[in-house]
């Protein structure tokens, strides 16, 4: 148990905080998995849709501290080569 009253506002402090970081991680989760089943299952269309909405999700989440900046990057990189991969292949 915390003694000095600093860490006892630090265990509220992430108390508040935990709820609000899973629920964000969730979401920049779900939008992720979204687009790699438009991509898998999906038109072209249909993925670019995905990605436009997971794309402001990411970057909050890169923003907030959540991820990584350079995995914000990474993943939209790699994400929309794959997108625009899909229309010389169909």
Same mark, same amino acid.
Do not use: C, W
């Given at each position: 148990? &915390?003694?000095? &009253? ?42 670019? &849709? ?9 970057? &909050? ?30």
């Amino acid at each position: 148990m &915390a003694y000095y &009253a600093s860490a006892k506002r630090k265990i509220r402090e992430i108390a508040l905080k935990t709820p609000v970081n899973q629920k964000r991680m969730s979401r920049i989760r779900t939008s992720l998995r979204k687009v790699e089943d438009a991509i898998t299952t999906g038109t072209k269309e249909k993925a670019q &849709a995905a990605f436009r909405e997971m794309q402001p999700v990411l970057m &909050a989440g890169g923003n907030k501290g959540m991820v990584h900046a350079r995995m914000v990057s990474r993943k939209l990189s790699r994400l929309s080569a794959r997108i625009k991969k899909m229309a010389t292949s169909a």
